[in-house]
């Protein structure tokens, strides 16, 4: 499939009748609010960071809108991507790490073929807007993904209780119910906890207006993107912490069937590497950091630095992967769907920690239909394969691990066992 990518108005390029054009000055094809948050940081967006921002949003425009059942093996696509870009030469070293990555991402076939641009209309007029403020400018030291989720919530509170108060936490949120609700709550209670101001919060909106593809494999790559533009903003070496459990990483596909096709590899061992191998290659000075890559879920919760904040609040976070999905039985509210593998890694895990999980599921007892019994019947499936004998060999299944093997075996152990608790306690 190829995509023709449009950021400036005037740009008039065009492919053949068979391309799909995604047009970024244009909410009817791709609406998004980047430009709406207003720049209070010392300095203006890199060149190469806005590059990088409009080529996640290029490639999720595309894992959107290119169906997986409509690929020759029913999963595997092939994209072209037709990128406008600033930094030429910048992007053309690091096309090859950028093409590996994203494959390695989505399990899909990715070729970029770069042109020239200038800047466009809207970056200038926020640039001039940036440049005549007169509002009191803030730096950060570090910048942290804040999903609202689980593990962002108790990243964020390590960081805090550990005086890490020059932190910047961003946030994203497409379509659906679920994701900025939770996000909008914790946000409060950061607030009010630690004293932060609602500045130290940047969250981000993108939605492409006709997707169809719901695994969205690439959604954390357009996520991270947008803290990276932030980065850029700091001139210096930051890092970016990206708080998730090493178990749910390692994203190994062979334990629970093809149940989990749309989890993500985004925190994958090899990910990470290819991820910082391009930001290197783009001289954005950004370290990406996972505090918890040797940490289950459940080891998270119960290592978190402050028990009673993270306990008062488990039932403000949101782990599920389709939260909205009630609004087929007309709910309103969003919440956890019980069976989807999230949101059994997150009840092992407050069953490890030894608390009275008060957070709202619609079928954690996997009887609510064909689903959720598939979703049960896959994960015994997975625990009756597992064998500690041969984690060495399992957690390379999704991918190659160079470094800290036995480490990675010795956390996947770990991840089945607190699995394994929690489903025989289902079954008792």
Known sequence: MKIVCHINKTDTFEVDEQAINVD???SNSFSYTFWKNKNKLPYWYSQQALDLLYISMAVFAADRLCLRKDAHDGWSREFSIFMPI??????????????????????DKWTFIFRRREQSEEEKINNNKWEKSKQKIKSYDQICMFSGGMDSFIGTIDLLESNSDKTLFVSHYGGG??????????????????SLESRDFHQYYAKVV???????????FMFFSHALA???CLRKQVHLIIPENGFISLNIPSTFSRIGTSSTRTTHPHYMSLFQKLLDLIELKVTLVNPYQFKTKGEMLLNC???SFVRENLDNTMSCSHPDNGRMQKEKEARHCGYCLPCVIRQAAIMRAGI????SYRDNKFNGGKVSKTCLNSYRLGLRKFNPKYAFMTIQSSGFIENNIEDYANLYIRGMEELKTYLEELDA
Not at 182 to 187: E, G, H, P
């Open 24 to 26: 970024f000055f244009d």
């Open 86 to 107: 600033l930094e030429y030469d910048m992007w053309q070293n690091a096309k090859s790490t950028l093409e590996e990555m994203l494959n390695f991402l989505s399990g």
């Open 177 to 194: 119910k679920g994701t900025k609700e939770f996000q909008d709550i914790l946000k409060e209670k950061f607030i009010n906890k630690y």
């Open 210 to 220: 006709s997707g169809v593809e719901d695994t969205t494999r690439t959604r954390s």
């Open 230 to 232: 932030v980065a850029s």
């Open 305 to 307: 630095k402050n028990q």
């Open 356 to 359: 009275i999980d008060q957070s």
